[in-house]
């Protein structure tokens, strides 16, 4: 008998010892002991929690954090419950516990699959020592608009890339071995299609169709599972005008139907009961009716399953069998993270203490966060500055922020604890650098729950910081959002520099047009002034706990910038969505003048910077691009060579990315799909052969009902450092 036969054995053995409510109970996610407002009601007060916890009524635990609190609770659940089931403790570790890495948008720039799940590991190791064993982590959604501000919190616009930072953030979370002591159950999120919310307005309606569904949406989910993602959480949004908490299309028949998933899945927070505001369900009863038939299976803060459930099974409206499920689900995570042989295994005080903001872990975000920059735009190779000789004046409040470059979702970290670019450029000793904040971008405190206030009004330091501007060989500006301006909640309906940054930065200009400008945001700017009138720019985003290590060191060329983007920068937020793998239209271009084609009269519509693009302080040549024939069966692998060569000064990384284009379908393609790609490091002068394969798994799609399809045809194939790359070549597919 193999390891998952004994555990559902085990499991089975348990359901038959479980009255009722006992398994109902185990559907139940709380949120500590503590009473909690919100923007649903929240029934649950401590008490009736602690009375809830005895009884065995209590799945999960959310927020209780720390190894005293944990030990504490967990031995109400183990020590004084009829069955001493143990609970499973989740917390939203989203790019770390204390160590904090950059955002995950920011991390995906990085293209470096390994340093993302090292990333992964990190936060699991030290959110382990605390007591945790549970994330609500990897957010997998596929997003283009840059209005959303939980785009931060996942890894871009691209389905393929999406899908390899999925797996490898998984992994990272899990380890090799979920029952060890420092792993974490992952939780991949939202299940489905969050990302593509009406006007980018958060908690909102999803129409799109399924060919997106199917072909960008659902394949991160897919690779997630695939990697043995133990939790799926539902999304806020509805789609085919069902909220998704109460989709039986996509939790029963795809999630644990087609794709065969055998972890639970957890409702985000009180969504089941939010199915009311819908207009979905008519009161608590019908939303725990309707989540619990449609396969949700655990309730997270909605107290919905707790007061309706047993009422619903033993008035034979909804099935035991449902509950059974569900139940089982739970149960097996339990015991997969070893808690019934050890209830306490992640309640050690000693490596609570060793293990936060470890050494290791400081050096392991600070590799990260230098991956994670893009290099924009560099004229004239105004970057990497001269390391010494040179008056430098710093400006910007955001250079010498320790709070704001930890990024959004990071409530288990220490307040002004980054590095910030200020102190990191400090200790660079051969330049004069002077600085100076110019204004003020907030006014009052920050904090993650409560909208963050921008100054609109107060110039009041613009003088000292052009007169520094004045006085310097080169300026470098840090302007972006504040940390709190991005993450769940913070939609925006304008993406340019918020506040009074603009008009600082046109200032400083009419003083000194040697300008570097570093970007810390959590979504895609619309920049387009600055593209205009700045020489070089670097968006650097949120980059945690080192960020200001990071940025001086690729500044001052310590570290050759290798970065790409994830996702499309905009013109203006008028373009907005927009991304790379667009569909052609009945008409694509202009012809002879006529104004009847697909465009704006009044912008550009191509973007700014396109997804893949980043530049690097040495010049790489691709060359001797090949392919091993014309024309291929559908079941042959096309095989697919480029040279390239390092042809600048200094030795640098290079993300090779390689893309196709399916010229005609049954379903409409994209113009170019992202299909394989490849970071290499050459030295100067260097030169490297990449090879590429494919075969039917990357030449086909998903149909309008789901099956994945290959079709005979022409295909196009494009090589190079972005998503605008001109080199190409073509091929016939044949059955």
């Known amino acids: 008998?193999?390891?998952?036969?004994?555990?559902?054995?085990?499991?089975?053995?348990?359901?038959?010892?479980?009255?009722?409510?006992?398994?109902?109970?185990?559907?139940?996610?709380?949120?500590?002991?503590?009473?909690?407002?919100?923007?649903?009601?929240?029934?649950?007060?401590?008490?009736?929690?602690?009375?809830?916890?005895?009884?065995?009524?209590?799945?999960?635990?959310?927020?209780?954090?720390?190894?005293?609190?944990?030990?504490?609770?967990?031995?109400?659940?183990?020590?004084?419950?009829?069955?001493?089931?143990?609970?499973?403790?989740?917390?939203?570790?989203?790019?770390?516990?204390?160590?904090?890495?950059?955002?995950?948008?920011?991390?995906?720039?990085?293209?470096?699959?390994?340093?993302?799940?090292?990333?992964?590991?990190?936060?699991?190791?030290?959110?382990?020592s605390v007591g945790l064993n549970w994330t609500f982590a990897p957010m997998v959604d596929i997003s283009r608009d840059a209005r959303w501000g939980r785009v931060m919190e996942g890894a871009g616009e691209d389905p393929f890339l999406g899908s390899q930072i999925a797996k490898a953030r998984v992994k990272g979370f899990q380890g090799d071995d979920l029952s060890a002591n420092n792993t974490l159950a992952a939780t991949a999120k939202h299940f489905a299609a969050y990302g593509f919310i009406e006007a980018g307005r958060e908690y909102n309606s999803v129409d799109i169709g399924t060919s997106t569904l199917y072909n960008t949406v659902l394949p991160p989910f897919k690779a997630a599972v695939d990697a043995n993602v133990r939790s799926v959480m539902n999304s806020f949004n509805e789609i085919n005008g069902i909220p998704v908490t109460a989709s039986k299309f996509l939790q029963r028949d795809i999630l644990k139907g087609k794709w065969n998933f055998n972890g639970f899945v957890v409702s985000d927070w009180a969504s089941i009961w939010e199915l009311i505001n819908w207009g979905h369900a008519k009161d608590k009863r019908e939303a725990a009716k309707l989540a619990s038939t449609a396969g949700s299976d655990m309730d997270m803060e909605g107290y919905v399953y707790i007061e309706e459930l047993v009422k619903l099974v033993n008035d034979g409206t909804v099935k035991e069998s449902i509950v059974d499920d569900a139940v089982k689900r739970i149960l097996r995570l339990k015991y997969e993270l070893g808690l019934f042989d050890d209830p306490y295994k992640y309640c050690d005080e000693t490596r609570e203490k060793s293990t936060l903001y470890h050494k290791d872990h400081q050096e392991a975000a600070l590799d990260i966060a230098k991956k994670s920059i893009v290099l924009l735009k560099n004229e004239n190779n105004l970057l990497p500055l001269k390391k010494e000789g040179q008056k430098i004046?710093?400006?910007?409040?955001?250079?010498?922020?320790?709070?704001?470059?930890?990024?959004?979702?990071?409530?288990?970290?220490?307040?002004?604890?980054?590095?910030?670019?200020?102190?990191?450029?400090?200790?660079?000793?051969?330049?004069?650098?002077?600085?100076?904040?110019?204004?003020?971008?907030?006014?009052?405190?920050?904090?993650?729950?409560?909208?963050?206030?921008?100054n609109e009004t107060d110039k009041s330091d613009f003088p000292k910081a052009i007169e520094a501007a004045k006085d310097a060989d080169v300026v470098v500006m840090v302007l972006g959002e504040h940390g709190f301006q991005s993450g769940e909640a913070r939609s925006r309906t304008q993406i340019d520099l918020p506040g009074l940054q603009q008009e600082l930065l046109e200032e400083v200009y009419k003083a000194n047009k040697n300008i570097v400008l570093v970007l810390n945001n959590g979504r895609p700017l619309a920049i387009e002034w600055a593209d205009k009138h700045i020489p070089a720019i670097v968006e650097a985003w949120q980059l945690g706990s080192q960020t200001g290590n990071a940025v001086a060191q690729v500044l001052y060329g310590d570290y050759n910038p290798s970065g790409k983007l994830t996702m499309t920068f905009p013109r203006n937020v008028g373009q907005v969505p927009i991304y790379y793998n667009y569909k052609s239209t009945g008409r694509p271009i202009n012809r002879e003048g006529n104004v009847f084609w697909s465009h704006y009269i009044d912008s550009e519509r191509t973007p700014l910077y396109a997804f893949g693009h980043g530049l690097s302080y040495t010049t790489f040549e691709y060359s001797n691009f090949k392919i091993n024939g014309k024309t291929f069966n559908i079941n042959d692998t096309v095989e697919i060579s480029?040279?390239?060569?390092?042809?600048?000064?200094?030795?640098?990384?290079?993300?090779?990315?390689?893309?196709?284009?399916?010229?005609?379908?049954?379903?409409?393609?994209?113009?170019?799909?992202?299909?394989?790609?490849?970071?290499?490091?050459?030295?100067?002068?260097?030169?490297?052969?990449?090879?590429?394969?494919?075969?039917?798994?990357?030449?086909?799609?998903?149909?309008?009902?789901?099956?994945?399809?290959?079709?005979?045809?022409?295909?196009?194939?494009?090589?190079?450092?972005?998503s605008m790359t001109t080199l190409e070549k073509s091929f016939e597919l044949t059955e």
Not at 73 to 82: H, I, P, T, Y
Not at 430 to 436: H, I, K, V
Not at 684 to 704: A, H, R
């Open 1 to 128: 008998m193999n390891s998952n036969d004994l555990i559902d054995k085990k499991v089975d053995s348990l359901l038959n010892l479980m009255t009722l409510e006992e398994k109902v109970g185990q559907m139940n996610l709380y949120n500590g002991f503590w009473d909690v407002t919100g923007p649903v009601p929240q029934e649950g007060s401590a008490e009736q929690k602690y009375e809830h916890l005895k009884k065995g009524w209590v799945g999960a635990m959310l927020s209780v954090r720390g190894v005293e609190q944990v030990r504490e609770v967990q031995k109400v659940a183990v020590e004084e419950s009829r069955l001493g089931i143990p609970l499973i403790f989740g917390f939203d570790v989203i790019h770390g516990y204390k160590t904090l890495s950059p955002i995950p948008l920011a991390e995906s720039c990085s293209w470096d699959l390994e340093a993302i799940e090292k990333s992964a590991r990190v936060a699991a190791i030290e959110a382990s």
């Open 642 to 722: 480029v040279d390239v060569t390092n042809s600048g000064n200094y030795d640098g990384k290079e993300v090779v990315q390689l893309y196709i284009r399916d010229l005609f379908g049954s379903i409409t393609r994209p113009v170019r799909e992202l299909k394989g790609f490849e970071l290499i490091e050459l030295k100067k002068g260097e030169t490297k052969t990449i090879q590429f394969k494919l075969d039917k798994s990357l030449l086909g799609f998903y149909n309008n009902e789901g099956e994945f399809i290959v079709e005979a045809g022409d295909f196009k194939v494009f090589v190079g450092g972005s």
């Open 393 to 454: 004046a710093l400006i910007g409040a955001l250079a010498s922020e320790k709070n704001s470059p930890l990024g959004s979702w990071r409530i288990a970290s220490d307040d002004n604890t980054a590095v910030s670019v200020l102190e990191g450029m400090k200790q660079y000793k051969g330049n004069s650098l002077t600085y100076e904040k110019g204004v003020d971008l907030t006014i009052g405190k920050t904090h993650f729950v409560e909208e963050v206030v921008i």
